[in-house]
């Protein structure tokens, strides 16, 4: 059963450019997290969704961000005209109905 | 809301040296509480869990144990190794609040020949 697979590993975007961030479930779970680590930090809660529903959105900043959980097809994150503080990891997790939850690789924003 | 609490680093050890990470928590729901270990450039590695009160997680050595008396989730390790170098962080997912976790900023551990 292959893990939860995020991709790509590295992104670099300029700003004002948009990056979309992909994260494929583990095999079974309905359940998909999105965290943001900035350097030095801690994980910080964005969005929780179940397919082709957002749950739970406290955590995402009120503009330029957005994501979705299809029917088929990963998820994706979505940040339009990106600047030099988004910068950072941006981890996926899925679960299964119990929450534990297992995460992705992460990807790697760069704005320059 | 949620929070969690944990021990301030970087923590330096020698090897076999017993390890000791602080992690309390609030939370107004009956969460499961984990400790997630991140090598460098990797993601977030499972170490272990426990789900309700009094319950001792174990893995690779290390253990916690749940402590509602206390809301602590304290990380122990008897004898560490180099290997052991990475971030520890503490989290806490309630039920009552979406299965979201909440995560302490981490503990970054150095462990020397």
């Known amino acids: 059963n292959a893990g939860v697979m995020q991709n790509p590993r590295h992104l670099v975007r300029r700003r004002g450019q948009e990056a979309r961030l992909r994260c494929s479930p583990m095999k079974g779970h309905s359940h998909v997290y999105w965290y943001r680590q900035l350097p030095e930090e801690g994980l910080k809660f964005m969005v929780y969704?179940?397919?082709?529903?957002?749950?739970?959105e406290s955590g995402m900043p009120k503009e330029r961000f957005s994501a979705e959980f299809p029917k088929e097809g990963p998820s994706i994150l979505r940040i339009q005209q990106v600047v030099r503080g988004d910068s950072a990891a941006y981890f996926c997790a899925s679960s299964p109905p119990t929450n534990e939850q297992y995460f992705g690789p992460g990807t790697r924003l760069t704005v320059t | 809301g949620d929070s969690v609490t944990q021990m301030e680093g970087p923590v330096t050890l020698s090897e076999e040296a017993c390890l000791t990470i602080?992690?309390?928590?609030?939370?107004?729901?009956?969460?499961?509480l984990f400790w997630y270990v991140q090598y460098p450039g990797e993601g977030l590695q499972l170490l272990l869990k426990a789900t309700k009160a009094d319950d001792k997680g174990s893995n690779k050595g290390f253990e916690a144990t749940y402590r509602k008396e206390t809301t602590s989730f304290h990380l122990e390790k008897g004898s560490v190794q180099v290997s052991d170098s990475a971030v520890y962080f503490c989290a806490l997912s309630d039920r009552t609040n979406a299965g979201k976790s909440t995560f302490g900023d981490g503990t970054t551990l150095t462990v020397k020949p």
């Open positions: 602080n992690c309390t928590y609030t939370a107004t729901g009956y969460p499961s």
């Open positions: 969704l179940q397919k082709e529903n957002i749950i739970d």
